[in-house]
T-cell receptor
Framework: KQEVTQIPAALSVPEGENLVLNCSFT??????LQWFRQDPGKGLTSLLL?????REQTSGRLNASLDKSSGRSTLYIAASQPGDSATYLC???????????FGSGTRLLVRP | DAGVTQSPTHLIKTRGQQVTLRCSPK?????VSWYQQALGQGPQFIFQ???????QRGNFPDRFSGHQFPNYSSELNVNALWLGDSALYLC???????????FGPGTRLTVL
């Protein structure tokens, strides 16, 4: 059974700091991995999608990497800003399933 | 280009009642998935609809049912509501062959 874990559960950093969010999954047979952002009480905004054949994806100040063999993904945020404050969720889509399996998220606070 | 839309935004019901939530997918998308998100948790997969059929179902009781219409919009029905059904209900749409899922703003359901 696929399980997704995100560490840390919460993170507080000063503005301008570079930071890394971690996501691990137990079954390496994934089809893709998505990173999402969620503001309080709102829906999910897709940030990056990494296919199983890819090692990383970049969008602006965001970079996501994927290491299938070790069951890990990281989301790197460069030069963090207060507007980056939100909960970040990762989710995997396994080869034999259509559903996304989510971690519990990392709640990020960027202090001015 | 309209994204995924959901209605209503908020809903308050009492135990034992029935509720219907609605979702319109992103333009061009043919697949709709529903997720339940409890406070502080990652979303949990309820089911996915494709070509008006339930393609996959998560670990939810039969009180949760759905429907997809020919225009690809979808409804989620929950019967015999109980307190534990209080959550944010998220709809996601995708193109069947790509599986990158785009989420709507959610419907906040409160059961009293």
């Amino acid at each position: 059974k696929q399980e997704v874990t995100q560490i840390p559960a919460a993170l507080s950093v000063p503005e301008g700091e570079n930071l890394v969010l971690n996501c691990s999954f137990t079954d390496s047979a994934i089809y893709n991995l998505q990173w999402f952002r969620q503001d309080p009480g709102k829906g999910l905004t897709s940030l990056l999608l990494i296919q199983s054949s890819q090692r990383e994806q970049t969008s602006g100040r965001l970079n996501a990497s994927l290491d299938k063999s070790s069951g890990r993904s990281t989301l790197y945020i460069a030069a963090s800003q207060p507007g980056d404050s939100a909960t970040y969720l990762c989710a995997v889509n396994t080869d034999s399933s259509y559903k996304l399996i989510f971690g519990s998220g990392t709640r990020l606070l960027v202090r001015p | 280009d309209a994204g995924v839309t959901q209605s209503p935004t908020h809903l308050i019901k009492t135990r034992g009642q029935q509720v219907t939530l609605r979702c319109s997918p992103k333009s061009g998308h043919d697949t709709v998935s529903w997720y339940q998100q409890a406070l502080g948790q990652g979303p949990q997969f309820i089911f996915q609809y494709y070509e008006e059929e339930e393609r996959q179902r998560g670990n939810f009781p039969d009180r949760f049912s759905g429907h997809q219409f020919p225009n690809y919009s979808s409804e989620l029905n929950v019967n015999a509501l109980w307190l534990g059904d209080s959550a944010l209900y998220l709809c996601a749409s995708s193109l069947a062959q790509y599986n990158e899922q785009f989420f709507g703003p959610g419907t906040r359901l409160t059961v009293l």
